[in-house]
């Protein structure tokens, strides 16, 4: 018996304690950048609501819904999350159920049966997404209490059963499913779990996922300033030919060439524009899509979004979410600082005067820091270090803010005018998951 067997044999139990559980309520997170405190909102109140009952689940996150009153059925999209992929329905991408998928529909089946009474939640009513189903929040009725309070959002996210994907325009409960789902995933719950649908290949294979998710300037303009870093992290080669990386959406997936080998502390640099795989580096590929992917975060709206790399029989190897809520430590924290700020300039022409400009950071440790997943932040303007770049014990990198050559402790931010106010303002090194990591103020 498979691993994914004897858990579907643990799906009722599930069913039955989120039916018991009004109110799912998430653990203290850690928030490292300055959101609002999204765990106050009150849980299970948004203003649309509609009553009806359940027609039939499609899958994970799909179900057919009638409204009280109503002698046809609507499809409902559900809010929040993202379950594997089925074969058929709904599936854009793949011929057979990707890992994951038959347990999360069964979890919904067992939470929704067909004339099962069920409230739909949004903070819009004319939320629509992907073929015209309407997004929603679903509570199912809770006969021990005898309210809508059974969020299945949370028992698929609890269960591990479920990916993080939120709107911008419904991201009221967001912040809750996020948690949960950084919570399976530290616990290896479901799909977090590589050999949850049986054994996996290459099991010692060790890869990282690091996502930059917000490009210089408008996003849908530099599409490729977006990409998505894998590398190995472990001491044997890995071969990712045809694995699938991807979002938590349906709208572009990137399966990798044949001979995509890793050796050790190898990598690709997957851009979500369009481009010629291997140019202008030998690493880099091209999902070819012509507009930006990754969603930013927004400081009024808890959004973002996820990387997921995924082996050729589905199972999830590794992935990469911001922003950060569960154990929001970063390894270079305390260890990298931003040393020196200089925004004053005495050349008269721009060019020039960028790169009079300057940022320095270094590194306090004694080991060398690998610099992906880091950036500069000033006044919405973001510079992401170079791939592969490194700092060694002690040594620092200057970044300018004009352009020039880099080499391998001086970088440039590629600006043709100056960007760091004389009056004032503050440098800020963060994470691509926006973990603080150092600041300096003038």
């Known amino acids: 018996m498979t691993i994914a067997s004897k858990a579907l044999g643990t799906l009722a139990t599930v069913a039955l304690f989120a039916l018991a559980s009004a109110g799912v309520t998430a653990a203290s997170p850690t928030q490292p950048f300055p959101f609002p405190d999204f765990a106050s909102v009150n849980y299970t ?120 994907f939120t709107i911008a325009d419904e991201a009221a409960l967001s912040y809750n499913y996020r948690v949960m789902i950084a919570q399976a995933q530290q616990e290896r719950r479901g799909i977090w779990n590589p050999d949850f649908c049986g054994a996996v290949e290459q099991p010692n294979a060790s890869l990282s996922v690091i996502a930059h998710w917000n490009a210089e300037g408008n996003d849908n303009a530099n599409p490729n300033g977006e990409y998505v870093i894998v590398r190995n992290t472990g001491l044997e080669p890995v071969d990712i030919s045809g694995w699938l990386l991807r979002d938590s959406s349906l709208t572009s997936w990137f399966n ?36 930006a992917l990754l969603a930013n975060t927004a400081p009024d709206r808890f959004i973002g979004d996820g990387a997921y790399l995924l082996d050729r029989s589905t199972a999830m190897r590794s992935w990469f979410e911001w922003p950060c809520v569960l154990d929001c430590t970063d390894p270079a924290q305390g260890k990298l600082k931003i040393t020196k700020v200089n925004p004053f300039v ?17 590194n306090t440790s004694k080991q060398e820091i690998n610099l992906d997943g880091y950036y500069l932040s000033y006044l919405g303007a973001s510079y992401p270090f170079l791939v592969d770049s490194r700092i060694g014990p002690g040594k620092t990198m200057t970044v300018f803010i004009g352009k020039g050559t880099p080499t391998g402790t001086t970088q440039y931010w590629g600006r043709s005018t100056t960007l760091l106010r004389d009056s004032g303002g503050t440098v800020r090194l963060l994470s691509e998951r926006n973990v603080p990591i150092s600041s300096k103020s003038w």
Request: glycine residues 8%; aromatic residues 8%.
């Open 256 to 291: 990798f060439p044949d001979g995509s080998i890793l050796t050790p502390e190898d990598y690709r640099v997957v851009h979500t524009g369009l481009g010629i795989p291997g140019q202008p580096s030998p690493r880099d590929l091209y999902m070819n899509s012509p507009s």
């Open 45 to 164: 109140q948004v203003p649309i609501q509609e009553t009806g009952v359940v027609d039939v689940v499609a899958d994970g996150d799909t179900i057919r819904f009638i409204e009280d009153g109503a002698t046809d059925y609507v499809t409902v999209r559900l809010l929040g999350i993202n379950t594997p992929e089925v074969r058929g329905f709904y599936s854009k991408n793949r011929d057979e159920d990707m890992c994951g998928a038959a347990a999360a529909t069964d979890l919904l089946k067992a939470l929704l049966p067909p004339g099962w009474p069920v409230q739909l939640r949004s903070l819009q009513k004319t939320s629509v997404g992907l073929d015209d189903r309407i997004q929603r929040y679903a509570f199912a009725w809770n006969p021990q209490t005898g309210a809508y309070d059974v969020d299945v959002q949370a028992a698929l996210s609890q269960a591990g059963l479920a990916m993080w």
């Open 346 to 362: 005495t050349a008269k022409k721009q060019s020039r005067a960028a790169n009079q400009e300057y940022i320095v950071i270094k």
